[in-house]
Structure formats: structure tokens, C-alpha cells
């Protein structure tokens, strides 16, 4: 079990806040204060700055905020914290907080002042709990029954579990038809349930007739994360599809709660490493086609020069932190075989001309697919979000944290939206239609916002392709 405690001091060592806070105050402050003293004497004698102390089962992290430093402790009572882990923790945790700090003078705040702005930098991280949580779904409560649909209704059986939102997902999948549109294979839906305040994930494997349902009720405080790893859950219900083996729900469920959770793609990239006016110059005319595709999840297919591929990628990536996006940085000669084949399935793909034209003549890839040719700075595509690309060529001067940031926070909107749209699977199609409007009118969105959360609603809830 994970404990965090988070510490803002001045880059003299003054102690100014901490939350949890401290039980013995001279303790912390003397504490704090020792950390300040071997951050100095690194940067004083080593000529770079300590990132990091590692002792028994914890380790003290420093990040230095303007003329401030804060300090996070994790206490790791079961395992070791990956270093990947933390890094994504201490890069998102310095991104938040900059934008608070700027400015504020560490001589003359107060100690109310000091901890109102621990608060919001606590709140900016985006949940930290869940940020440094290796199986985050690892404690969702899960249930799971038979579900008969007959003539006169539907009718549950052998159920493990307890809760509220058991009948409602039945009588969801009951009267969408579930068990006709899911024949064939484990298929996973989400669903938000607004009087629960949680989103569910529920694993169907029906004949037509008869049902297995397994549920997993997840907080919504994880939805950013149970998004992202969406795509995850669905290609380990493929793969559990395939087996030979006829796996009890109790462990499909539990297969899919023990997932590690690998963080979004940009995490892993240094952010110094990317510029957004080279995304400009060098991808060009009809940008906003390739952030549509990004945004919402189809494949992308970069061709160029492999250096400047991987760039492009990279900066694409500013674009999918609401993803689990899989890359495959560059198609060789050698990936592509005698019958023109080779592995598509990533979300972004990059390749030369001549494995392009040679997939393009094998009509393993059409003209029409999003394609970004660097060669010819063209991009292809049938739809543009207008949205994101006004937000980019709004921001696209300042610093790369800065720009990473705003539109992480829209597309946290994006997400939020979609997820409140799959609760519209909860009622039939005639109410559902006019859920929708209701939705759509309440959240002061564009339309073509809106057009673009139900598309990725639709994706994570096939019940709802009525709406489309």
C-alpha cells in the first residue's frame, strides 16, 4: 500500500506547508530542512541538482518550482515504486505547479497561503493517488451472475455480489439487446451511472439466450485511467476469446483488474525533446485531420525520413494522453514481406515512401486513411477537429509543459463528456435520444465537440451506435 506526504518549502529551506500535515513540527521542520541543505550541497559541489533519496522502504523526490522546492515522500509498504512510475509522477506533479508558482514570493507568504497552494498543486496533479498506482483497478468491486432474456423479460441467476447497479446493468442489456449484438467472443462495455458515481465495466459473453456478466464498479475518480486502459481491457478480452479454455467470470474479472497500467505514451517522452512549431512547418496543410485521428484513437500513418518521423510521432503524442496509443516507430523493408503484409495494427505508423506507394498498390491501406506525408507536407483524412487545432494554434507559442498541460485539461473535458454520454445506454432508444439532447445543450459545448465525445462514447459502449 502506497502513502504519499508532499512538502512546499523555499529554496532556503524554510518549511512553509505539508499535507498530510505533520504531527511533530519540529521534527518535519528539521527534516525539511536537512533535504534543503543536501539539495544545495549537490548543486554547490556536484553542479546538478538531487533528484531523488532512496532508503528502506521510501523515497524523498525534489522538484524545484521556481524559487521553491517541493518535496514528495511515497512510502511503499508492499513494493518498490518504479523508477518509470515516478518519474511520470514527478514530471506531472512540476508541469501542474509551475503555472501556480510563477510569481509568488516565497518571503512574504503566509502559512495559510502556503497550504491553499499545496491544495491546488495537489488537485493539479490529477488524482496522485492513481498516477503512481501500478493496477489501479486492482480494488474496483466486482460482481458477476447469468442473465436470461426470454419472451416475458429477463431474469438473473447465480449471482456473486452485491449492489445496486447489478439490476440496472441487466436491465441495460436487456433492453438494447445486448445478448444479440454481443454474440461471439468476451465483449467489454462501459457505462456511467450517475446515481452510483462511478462507471462500470461490464464483460458480456452471451448465445443469444443466456448471458454471463461480470461487472467491475470503478470510482469516478478513475476515469481518466479506466479510458485509457479501455483499449487494454478489450484486447485482453480478445486474447481470453481465442483461448480454448472456458475461463470462469470470477477470473476474466480478476485477469483484468491485475493489469499494470503502462501510463500514456507522452509520459515516456522527454517534453524538451518536442516542438510544436516543428509539428507545424514540417506536417503543414490540414493538420487538424491528424488531431482528429489522434484524438480519437485511428490509425495514423506518418511517411517521411525515419528521424523526422519519429519527431512527428513524439509531438503527435501531445494529442493522445487521454490513450493507451500503440506506435510502431518505422515499417522496414525488411517488416514488409513478399505479399505485401506487414503489421498495421499500431495507432501511429511510420514508413517510407516506398513501403507507402507498395501498401497503397496492395490495397492493404487506402488513399482515403489518415495519412500524414511529410514528403509532400499533405495530410489526408475525411474529418478535422477544429476544436484542438484552434486550441493548438492558440497556445502553440508558449512553453511545451504549458501547451501539454491546457490541452490535457480539454481533453479531460472530452473524456468527461463521453463517459456521461454512455449513461444514455441505461434507458431505451426513444429516451435515449433525448438524453442526448439534453446532454448536448446542458455542457455549452460545440457541436462538433459534442460529435466527436459521442463517437468515442460509441466506441466504448457499441449499445449506443443508434446515436451515430
Known amino acids: ?73 511515497t512510502i511503499d509498504e508492499e513494493a518498490t515504486l518504479s523508477e518509470q512510475k515516478l518519474g511520470q509522477l514527478l514530471q506531472q506533479l512540476k508541469e501542474c505547479t509551475e503555472p501556480i508558482l510563477e510569481g509568488v514570493d516565497p518571503n512574504i507568504i503566509t502559512e495559510g497561503e502556503a497550504a491553499i497552494i499545496l491544495d491546488k498543486c495537489l488537485q493539479g496533479v490529477q488524482l496522485l493517488h492513481y498516477s503512481i498506482t501500478e493496477q489501479p483497478l486492482k480494488m474496483s468491486e466486482s460482481a458477476y451472475f447469468t442473465l436470461f ?8 441467476k447465480d449471482k456473486v455480489g452485491s449492489g445496486s447497479f447489478i439490476p440496472t446493468i441487466a436491465l441495460m442489456l436487456d433492453t438494447l439487446k445486448a445478448n444479440e449484438k454481443c454474440i461471439n467472443g468476451l465483449k467489454g462495455i462501459l457505462t456511467h451511472i450517475p446515481e452510483e ?68 505514451r507522452l509520459s515516456r517522452i522527454n517534453l524538451e525533446d518536442l516542438s510544436p512549431s516543428f509539428l507545424v512547418r514540417t506536417v503543414g496543410r490540414n493538420l487538424d485531420k491528424a488531431i482528429y485521428s489522434a484524438v480519437i484513437g485511428e490509425p495514423i500513418f506518418i511517411v517521411g525520413d525515419k528521424p523526422t518521423v519519429k519527431l512527428v510521432i513524439d509531438s503527435m503524442s501531445i494529442f493522445t494522453q487521454h490513450l493507451q496509443t500503440s506506435v510502431n516507430l ?87 463528456l463521453s463517459l456521461d454520454m454512455t449513461s444514455i445506454s441505461l434507458v431505451d432508444e426513444v429516451k435515449g435520444k433525448q438524453k442526448l439532447k439534453e446532454i448536448s445543450s446542458q455542457s455549452g459545448y460545440s457541436s462538433t465537440f459534442i460529435k466527436k465525445a459521442l463517437e468515442m462514447a460509441v466506441r466504448r459502449n457499441p449499445l449506443l451506435d443508434y446515436l451515430l
Open 1 to 73: 500500500m502506497l502513502n504519499i506526504k508532499i512538502s512546499l518549502v523555499t529554496s532556503s529551506g524554510i518549511l512553509l506547508a505539508s499535507k498530510p500535515e505533520a504531527v511533530d513540527d519540529t521534527r518535519q521542520i528539521l527534516a525539511t530542512g536537512l533535504m534543503t541543505a543536501l539539495i544545495s550541497f549537490s548543486k554547490e559541489v556536484h553542479h546538478r541538482e538531487l533528484q531523488s533519496i532512496s532508503y528502506h522502504d521510501r523515497t524523498v523526490s525534489f522538484v524545484r518550482v521556481h524559487e521553491f522546492v517541493l518535496i514528495l515522500e
Open 149 to 156: 432474456h426470454t419472451d416475458k423479460g429477463w431474469e438473473i
Open 197 to 264: 458515481k462511478s462507471t462500470t465495466y461490464t464483460v458480456i459473453d452471451t448465445d443469444g439466450k443466456t448471458s454471463r456478466v461480470g461487472i467491475l464498479k470503478i470510482s469516478r475518480e478513475l476515469d481518466l485511467v479506466l479510458f485509457r486502459l479501455f483499449t487494454m481491457m478489450d484486447r485482453m478480452l480478445s486474447v481470453m476469446s481465442e483461448d480454448k479454455e472456458i475461463l470462469s467470470m470470477e477470473r476474466i474479472l480478476n485477469t483484468l483488474k491485475d493489469i499494470d497500467d503502462p501510463g500514456n
Open 330 to 416: 518505422w515499417i522496414s523493408a525488411d517488416d514488409f514481406s513478399q505479399n505485401g503484409k506487414c503489421d498495421l495494427s499500431a495507432r501511429m505508423c511510420g514508413m517510407s515512401t516506398e513501403i507507402y506507394n507498395a501498401l497503397l498498390s496492395s490495397e492493404t491501406i487506402k488513399e482515403t486513411d489518415v495519412c500524414i506525408n511529410l514528403v509532400n507536407s499533405r495530410v489526408t483524412g475525411a474529418k478535422s477537429s477544429h476544436h484542438f487545432k484552434k486550441l493548438f494554434d492558440t497556445i502553440k507559442k508558449l512553453s511545451i509543459a504549458e501547451i501539454v498541460t491546457k490541452i490535457a485539461l480539454d481533453l479531460e473535458k472530452l473524456v468527461a
